[in-house]
């Protein structure tokens, strides 16, 4: 089920905002559930985001390998 909510902002500041999201071909209203279903799951993203690099800890970035070392499968 979707709510209307009302929310208050500067004048200016919702011009610009709407003609920025024209100029996306989306609308205010889009912007904000995008925004909000990002901010009610940060803290999860964040928890995925920390199990990668843990899973990634052993990966050596930078690492140079030679032309044997490429090649091997």
Known sequence: MVKNITLS????LLDRARKKARQE???????FRNWIKKY???DEI???????MQ??????AGQK???DEMNER
């Open 25 to 31: 071909n989306t609308s205010l209203n889009q912007l």
């Open 65 to 67: 390998f030679s032309r």
């Open 40 to 42: 009610v799951n940060r």
């Open 46 to 52: 964040a928890a995925e985001y920390t199990s990668l």
């Open 9 to 12: 902002a500067d004048d200016f």
């Open 55 to 60: 899973n990634l800890e052993d990966v050596k």
